[in-house]
Every structure is written in structure tokens, then in C-alpha cells.
């Protein structure tokens, strides 16, 4: 692990590094492969720096050198040996745990060693269910939990070494932002290979496994039928009338079901739709996006009539990256793409491929006209000579956006 090389990743460890020696558990969630290991190994050598004499030990539950950990007790028995552990009265040892959800009831042995002053703990993990269900209840607010995404248009660009430019940006569509993409061959059918392994891990090993799956085919099948409506509203009756249309005998409580299991282990993102003037949020008709673009086309091949829907999943990328709460808005008959709401500030947002004519024009900016209040207002679209202001509405292209 010490000897990988990473590229630094500023936007989490700046989040990370307060925190850094206090007697909180740093919990990093996220998707499989999106770099979680990479953010320990910078806060690690951060440690390092600070103290020269620092007790460092890391865990990888992927590593089969650590196969014999199974469960908690396993967790203290390594912990505890001298090999490992010199003594609270040698300073702080930092302990850092990835893919901690892989060790049985780790939570149990996590609450042990807090009571011990000397012990600071980041851990790692690929299931949302179980980091803030378990350390809920074990550990009462003790932890603070920092989600880790795949890579940011900016990101892609450095770590690719790429100059932003339309080429650029359409790469990135295609292929998303999974950190390993750099040390692979540029081209297509190599990088969907690396990626629908990744997809077939989280699938067999933090769905199907962990959950006892017993319609494995009816969830790829779901995960297929997620990639073609990104961007949709997605109610009980459109699951219904599809499963209906696949012959499928699954009720849609079920479905709801594997719905939350798959946004569990951070494959898709659900985005509840919220009303603006009376800030009520509806509990039914959510959309879905994906975490990594990438992912999304390595289930289902990449076409430019899905140009919009891959607009809009990025543009939700990049606001959750950034901080915002994200809801779907909803003003009488019409449907605001994204409220994104940000130290109580709140921008309104449609997303469109080309303000083409002047039916597009009046859709997506009449949209936004409509609101009345004088919240930040902004149309973003492929318009690569989009600037400008009308009545009060940025005209935004979306790689300025992305970049901003």
C-alpha cells in the first residue's frame, strides 16, 4: 500500500483533515474503485508528516494477507498483538480499515478501542445500510461520515493529463470518472471490460450475496431498465406497467426493494422531488442517477440520443460533489431538473442538449420565469457559445459548468 503512487485529491482531504487526531471515527463511503484507498493513503502520509514516530496500521479487507479477520473478535485479537499495537503510553496509533463492512459486526470492536484515548480510526466502506446503521447505534454520533464520488470533470482532466476541450469532455462522458482508468490502455473495449468487472463485484458480492438475492436476473434486468430511464420519474405505476411488459411476477414493494439495495451499495443515487414554493417533498416519483457515467455505459452501451439523460446525471454529479443537497422540482404543472441547496442558499437548474429553437428556449427558461422568488436561476446545455443573462437566468455550457 505504501509504496502505490496517488494523485492527491484536495476536495476530501481538506474534508478529512480537521478532524485529523480527535476522538471522532473518520467513516469514508462510496462506491467500489472510486478512490477511497487512495484519500487513507494521503491522509497517511499527512500523519507521517506531523509525527514522525506515529503507530500506523492498515487493514485492507481485499487483500487476502487479511482473509483470517472475519469478524470483531478476529479485528481485536490482530489489534491487540504486539506486533501491531505498542501501548497507549507510546502515543496515538492510527488505524485505518477499508472495506470495513467485510468484518463481521466490526462496529462492536470499533466501540472498544474509542474507549481507549490513544487509538485515532478511518475506515472505509462500500455499504451505506451498514456504516450508518451499525455505527448509529454502536457508537451514538461518534463518527463523521464523508462520501468519496468518482472523479469530477476537473479531476478526470488531471488525472488523465487531458487540456479541457469538447474531445475531452465527450471522453468523459463516455468512460466516467473511476480513478484506475489512467493505468489502463485507452481504449473502449478495454475500459468497459475493467468496468463491468467492477459493475459484476458489486453486484455479486454487495447485492446478491449480502442480501440473499434470489431474482438475479430480474436485478440486472433492473439495473438495465435504471440506465434507460436515468433522469425519469420513477413511480410504483411505472414499475408496475414494466414489469408487466417483461412478464415479470415481482410485486412492486419488491422492487422498491432492490431499488435500495442497489442505492445502498452507492451504484445509483435516488433524488426525491421536492415542491418549490411549499418545500413539501413527495414520497413518491423519485428519479435515479448513477454514481459514474462509466458504470452507467458499461451496462448499457453509450448512443447520442442519450445525450440528455447523460447531461443530467452529470450535472447531479456535480453538485452532490460539491456539497449541495439535490432535489427534482416540482411547481405546479411544471418540473425544475434540479433544486441544489447549499448553506440555505438554493439555485433552480434545467438541463437541456441545445437551446435549438424557440419551443426549447421557452420550455427551459420559462421554466425557471415561472419561479417567484430571486434565487439564483441557471440553464445549462451543450451550447458551447451559452454566457450570458436573460431576465435574470444564467445561460450556462456545461463544461464551464463543470469546471466552475
Not at 474503485?33 to 479487507?61: C, F, P, W
Not at 482473509?67 to 479485528?75: A, M, R, T
Amino acid at each position: 500500500m505504501n509504496n502505490k503512487k496517488y494523485i492527491p485529491r484536495p476536495l476530501y482531504f481538506n474534508k478529512i483533515e480537521p478532524f485529523i487526531g480527535t476522538g471522532l471515527i473518520k467513516v469514508l463511503s462510496g462506491q467500489r474503485r472510486v478512490g477511497k484507498s487512495y484519500v487513507l493513503l494521503q491522509v497517511m502520509d499527512e500523519i507521517r508528516k506531523r509525527d514522525h514516530q506515529a503507530t500506523i496500521i492498515y487493514i485492507n479487507k481485499e487483500d487476502y494477507r487479511f482473509e483470517s479477520i472475519k469478524d470483531h473478535n478476529d479485528l481485536m485479537s490482530y489489534l491487540e498483538s504486539p506486533d501491531h499495537y505498542r501501548g497507549s503510553d507510546k502515543g496515538k496509533t492510527y488505524l485505518f480499515i477499508d472495506e470495513v463492512q467485510e468484518i463481521n459486526q466490526f462496529e462492536l470492536a470499533i466501540r472498544s478501542l474509542l474507549a481507549v484515548d490513544s487509538w485515532d480510526i478511518y475506515i472505509t466502506g462500500s455499504n451505506a445500510m451498514l456504516l450508518s446503521g451499525e455505527l448509529a447505534t454502536q457508537l451514538g454520533g461518534r463518527f463523521i461520515q464523508i462520501r468519496i464520488h468518482a472523479l469530477s470533470y476537473p479531476e478526470f482532466l488531471q488525472f488523465h493529463q487531458l487540456h479541457e476541450s469538447a474531445d475531452a469532455f465527450l471522453l468523459y462522458i463516455r468512460w466516467g470518472g473511476m480513478p484506475h482508468l489512467i493505468n489502463l490502455r485507452k481504449d473502449d473495449a478495454v475500459v468497459y471490460e475493467y468496468l463491468r468487472n467492477i459493475h459484476n463485484s458489486i453486484i455479486l458480492r454487495d447485492v446478491i450475496a449480502r442480501f440473499n438475492i434470489r431474482n438475479v436476473g430480474f436485478l440486472q434486468d433492473l439495473i438495465n431498465y435504471l440506465a434507460d430511464i436515468t433522469g425519469s420519474v420513477l413511480s410504483a405505476k411505472r414499475i408496475s406497467d414494466y414489469l408487466k411488459s417483461q412478464k415479470i411476477n415481482l410485486t412492486p414493494k419488491l422492487v422498491l426493494e432492490y431499488l435500495t439495495y442497489l442505492e445502498s451499495v452507492y451504484l445509483v443515487d435516488r433524488v426525491k422531488r421536492m415542491e418549490v414554493a411549499g418545500k413539501k417533498i413527495f414520497e413518491i416519483g423519485d428519479k435515479f442517477f448513477f454514481e459514474d457515467l462509466g458504470m452507467r455505459h458499461a451496462t448499457i452501451p453509450f448512443q447520442q440520443k442519450d445525450i440528455g439523460k447523460a447531461l443530467e446525471n452529470l450535472v447531479y454529479h456535480h453538485l452532490v460533489i460539491n456539497g449541495n443537497q439535490v432535489y427534482v422540482g416540482k411547481h405546479g404543472d411544471r418540473e425544475i431538473d434540479f433544486i441544489a441547496i447549499k448553506n440555505e442558499d438554493k439555485t433552480y437548474i434545467q438541463v437541456a442538449y441545445l437551446i435549438a429553437d424557440d419551443k426549447t428556449h421557452e420550455r427551459e427558461f420559462g421554466n425557471l420565469l415561472a419561479i417567484p422568488d430571486n434565487c439564483t436561476k441557471i440553464v445549462v446545455s451543450m451550447d458551447e457559445t451559452a454566457t450570458g443573462n436573460y431576465k435574470g437566468i444564467e445561460h450556462l455550457s456545461i463544461r464551464k459548468f463543470l469546471m466552475n
